[in-house]
């Protein structure tokens, strides 16, 4: 589709915003969205007429990318046959995306507990957790980010979590593996993962394993930097987790649905959980959906005994006849294929070949189509680019590399001093490299504020 350019309908647009649009983690004043007039494929435009190739999927979910024709077709048709319907009764849709999301899934989780999105799909994972052991903690990583809602912001681990964080909701931080800024004194992956391990196993000792229902963690961090844990991490959770009667919960609202190259990244480790989150790339984005995906174990506490847990719109048709479609698309078309061949043959080498021509990058880290570059001012030292947390004027390097990557034409997904390369799972060896180019030209602007 060619973008028409249409200023006065895109000004509309951004008045109507302006007044009436109160937007999530922003102070409303300080801000200056982009009017998006339209998006198909890889790419989104504005009513200027300006196309971006969309580096970041969205919010990462996007993943068969925009306007997919076979996934809006689904939902009109659902539309037109039964719209909505209470999640108390059986719906073919609801029924089918469910049978579809749990053939994919690792291990036995095999029942699907349908949620609105990904932060109230580990509100419940928590509650059955603590539920389902009768113990009041849960552990999490410092780097992480698990939702917005309140219990899911407690857990998050970013500062995020800050202004709303209760000091009272049972939640207890630790350090998971991360080489690059290793907390461990560690110079290889397997001291990293060693390290890693037995400071959990302390932090459990001197919490009391009794009081611990969950630990939680992103498969692979997301937000937090897309830190690829080291090989045997995740199975040693598991085994800790089993030792202590611990409930593993696995966040793959981000990683799921073909990011990592594979449906689930938690079969990039051959790890299965008790619990699994997911959202996003289940319908890519299409229709709100999340879930908790449940092991036999668990969902027995709830044979005979109710779950005290429930949405007006959990399972809603729309959404369920958009994930049946996305998962329908994701399978035929090769989608998680294409995300783990471009990934591994295309994105990885390039990346590693910016990385040599520019002093601002200090690390590339990632697998699938779910990278990260991490920026510095210094390579030996590996000063971040911007301080942790930066805004305003500190924050003003990447707001420069920013622009021009926005400039160039692709829209980057910024975090702190990282921009990650998150593309739709559809896109082409072409558009990769038309993107990948952009970013090399905007890294020379990052690498104007290097030592």
Not at 37 to 58: H, I
Not at 73 to 99: H, K, M, Y
Not at 169 to 177: C, D, K, L, R
Not at 403 to 427: E, Q, S, Y
Request: charged share 20%.
């Amino acid at each position: 589709m060619t973008p028409q350019p249409n200023p006065e309908a895109g000004a509309a647009v951004k008045a109507a915003d302006r007044a009436h649009v109160f937007h999530s983690w922003s102070a409303q004043e300080l801000i200056d969205p982009l009017a998006v007039a339209g998006a198909e494929g890889s790419y989104f435009w504005d009513y200027e007429g300006r196309r971006y190739l969309d580096f970041s999927s969205g919010l990462v979910y996007t993943n068969v990318g925009y306007q997919h024709p076979k996934v809006v077709a689904a939902i009109q048709e659902q539309a037109g046959r039964l719209a909505t319907f209470a999640p108390a009764f059986a719906v073919e849709a609801r029924s089918e995306a469910a049978r579809l999301i749990a053939e994919r899934t690792p291990g036995d989780l095999d029942k699907i507990f349908f949620t609105n999105g990904g932060a109230d799909a580990v509100e419940h994972a928590i509650r059955m957790a603590r539920l389902h052991t009768g113990r009041p903690k849960v552990l999490s990583a410092y780097r992480s980010y698990h939702g917005g809602t309140q219990q899911a912001v407690n857990v998050t681990g970013d500062p995020r979590r800050w202004a709303s964080d209760s000091g009272t909701a049972g939640v207890v931080h630790f350090w998971a593996p991360y080489l690059y800024r290793s907390r461990f004194y560690a110079e290889t992956e397997e001291q990293e993962c060693a390290r890693a391990l037995e400071h959990l196993e302390t932090t459990i000792a001197f919490e009391g394993p009794s009081t611990i229902a969950a630990i939680i963690l992103e498969t692979v961090p997301g937000t937090a930097g897309i830190m690829v844990p080291p090989p045997g991490y995740l199975a040693g959770v598991r085994e800790i987790c089993d030792k202590h009667g611990i409930v593993f919960v696995l966040d793959e609202v981000m990683a799921g649905f073909g990011r990592t190259g594979e449906w689930f990244a938690a079969d990039l480790f051959g790890v299965t959980p008790d619990l699994l989150t997911f959202a996003k790339g289940v319908n890519s984005g299409y229709v709100p959906l999340g879930g908790v995906a449940i092991s036999g174990a668990i969902a027995d506490t709830f044979g005979k005994r109710p779950y005290p847990g429930g949405l007006t719109y959990s399972g809603h048709p729309l959404a369920c006849a958009a994930a049946v479609a996305t998962i329908g698309v994701m399978a035929e078309e090769g989608v998680v294929e294409n995300a783990a061949r471009l990934g591994a043959s295309v994105v990885e080498p390039e990346l590693r070949a910016l990385a040599e021509r520019h002093p601002s990058v200090g690390e590339v880290r990632g697998v699938g189509m779910f990278w990260a570059l991490e920026l510095v001012r210094d390579r030996e030292t590996r000063e971040p680019l911007v301080p942790y947390n930066a805004a305003g004027e500190a924050n003003a390097p990447m707001a420069a590399f920013a622009a021009a990557a926005k400039a160039g034409g692709i829209w980057p997904f910024v975090n702190m001093n990282r921009t990650h390369v998150v593309p739709p799972l559809t896109v082409s060896e072409a558009e990769l490299k038309e993107g990948l180019a952009v970013l090399d030209a905007a890294l020379s602007v990052a690498d104007e504020y290097t030592a």
